[in-house]
């Protein structure tokens, strides 16, 4: 697992080179921002530990696979005083609850945890504020950190190659695009997170953005076109 300090509050932890989970610095501790895949429960709580840290709350910004891949491992071995927080509607699908007309896309593995806050956006998790961003999946949200204006942006954009919205099939990284259970939903919701003025774009699938407005511009456009 590679640890990159992207800003003072946030470091990027990737797993083989195409997945990321983040560590926000807060003052009782890091809240672990998604979980990567399968197996990775070790090295993040390593990553947390070298960068100074306990995690003392994990955060989901959508319940695929590759998101909370690493969660019940994570709660099996951090046990119950670190919170689990998931979007509601992710958090019903995951209990098997039909949430929206149709099929929701994407992996949607079983896990045992049982999230102990659902999220809802506006809500405050430390210097966080939720943000509601659906479309990737029915319940996506996203985190902005009001202190300097980092947007956690999960699966709502992509940035290989270039920053590009998940609704629009990409070919550096299709897989969030097949993934997307309304694109235009999605789109929606990139126009939403553009609007924050976000300093900083970081995504699930990617490298961290600086200065990004004009880069999610040109996405939306793309799509939009
Ligand atoms: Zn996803």
């Known amino acids: 697992m590679k640890r990159a ?11 083989i080179s195409f997945v990321n989970a983040y560590l926000v610095r807060e003052d ?7 979980t990567t895949i399968p197996g990775a429960a070790d090295d993040l709580i390593a990553a947390a530990r070298d960068a100074g840290a306990p995690i003392t709350r994990i955060a989901l910004t ?15 071995r951090l046990g ?19 949430v929206v007309d149709g099929k929701v896309r ?13 999220l809802q956006p506006g ?30 942006a999960g699966d709502t954009f992509t940035s290989y190659g270039s920053v590009a919205v998940s609704s629009h099939f990409y070919w550096r990284f299709p897989l969030a695009t097949m993934a997307t259970w309304d694109k235009a939903r ?18 699930g699938h990617g490298p961290a953005i600086r200065a ?7 996405a939306i456009a793309r799509v939009a076109r």
């Open 5 to 15: 300090p992207v800003t003072p509050n946030l470091y990027q932890l990737t797993r």
């Open 28 to 34: 009782d501790g890091f809240t672990l921002i998604d």
């Open 62 to 76: 959508h319940g695929h696979g590759d998101h909370v891949g690493s969660l019940d491992a994570l709660k099996q």
């Open 80 to 98: 119950d005083s670190v919170p689990v927080l998931m979007p509601e509607l992710d958090a019903r699908i995951h209990v098997g609850e039909q």
């Open 106 to 118: 994407g992996s949607w593995p079983k896990i045992t945890t049982v999230p102990d806050v659902r």
């Open 123 to 152: 809500e405050r998790i430390g210097s966080l504020e939720v943000v509601a961003s659906p479309g990737h999946t029915p319940g996506h949200v996203s985190f902005l950190d009001t202190r300097d204006r980092t947007l956690i």
């Open 186 to 203: 999605n789109l929606e919701s990139a126009r939403v997170l553009r609007a924050l003025e976000p300093a900083l774009l970081v995504v």
């Open 212 to 218: 990004p407005r004009a880069d999610m511009d040109r």
